[in-house]
Every structure is written in C-alpha cells, then in structure tokens.
C-alpha cells in the first residue's frame, strides 16, 4: 500500500522538533469518472478523494448513481449526467470549476492552485474533454 509522509515542524521548549508520519493513500477503485468520489460545491469547486463514492455533480454527499445500481462507475455509460439533458450543466462545471483531488495535492505544500476540470478530466479519462460531447 502506498502511503504519505507528512513532515511537521515545530517549537517545542523554545527547541526545533520535527515530527514524521506515514499515512496510508487509499486509492480509488478503478473507474473511469471524473466526478466519482468527489464532492462539489456551488462555489466552482469540485474536491476531495478520491476516496468515497460521492458524486460531484449532485452538489451534495450524494453516491454514484450507477454504484447504487451496482454498476461500476464510468462517465462514458452514466445515463444520469453524461445525457444531453444534463450537458449544459456540465458544460458549466467543465467550463468554470477547479478540480482539487487529494490524489494530486502536492506533498508538503498547505495550499495549491488545483487542475482546471479539462486536465482533471483528461487525467482520468486519458482523453480530453469536448463541450456538448461527453
């Protein structure tokens, strides 16, 4: 199992101290959703996992839709979202989110800038993504 070593430095007795963990990184199964295991919010930002199985389009700590009929997440075969009815909303997400995974955090950095939704999306979709398309 991977895991994550988290240095943290301190004063301790007017001394320097540094403490060293080890973490686990929990991987997310293998699927092939952009928005699986994340939540998003009404504020351009879709974070978190990708651990869980929240769905970052129900803008709430909603499941996967297809998880809850027992199918494997996949953006290319979810008949919830990735349907035209649905596709102006996504278009926005795309368009105006930032995608903060905890998979990609930069170790040792307290705040990042994150991934724009197309490069998230390309990373774990290995293409990229198409308005209107997807």
């Given at each position: 199992?991977?895991?994550?070593?988290?240095?943290?430095?301190?004063?301790?007795?007017?001394?320097?101290?540094?403490?060293?963990?080890e973490?686990?990184?929990?991987?997310?199964?293998?699927?092939?959703c952009?928005?699986?295991?994340?939540?998003?919010?009404?504020?351009?930002?879709?974070?978190?996992?990708?651990?869980?199985?929240?769905?970052?389009?129900t803008?709430?700590?909603s499941?996967?839709?297809?998880?809850?009929?027992?199918?494997r997440?996949?953006?290319?075969?979810?008949?919830?979202f990735?349907?035209?009815?649905?596709?102006p909303m996504?278009?926005?997400?795309?368009e105006?989110?930032?995608?903060?995974p905890?998979?990609?955090?930069?170790p040792?950095?307290?705040?990042?800038?994150?991934?724009?939704?197309?490069e998230?999306?390309?990373?774990?979709?290995?293409?990229?993504?198409?308005?209107?398309?997807?």
């Amino acid at each position: 199992m991977a895991t994550r070593t988290t240095i943290t430095p301190s004063i301790v007795d007017g001394e320097i101290a540094v403490r060293v963990s080890e973490e686990p990184v929990l991987r997310q199964p293998c699927v092939t959703c952009p928005f699986y295991g994340m939540i998003g919010t009404r504020y351009g930002i879709i974070m978190g996992g990708p651990t869980g199985n929240a769905c970052a389009l129900t803008f709430a700590h909603s499941p996967c839709k297809m998880e809850m009929r027992e199918a494997r997440p996949d953006w290319d075969g979810c008949t919830y979202f990735n349907v035209p009815g649905h596709s102006p909303m996504v278009d926005r997400v795309m368009e105006g989110y930032r995608a903060y995974p905890e998979s990609r955090h930069p170790p040792g950095q307290q705040s990042w800038e994150g991934m724009t939704m197309p490069e998230w999306f390309e990373s774990v979709m290995g293409r990229p993504w198409r308005r209107g398309q997807e």
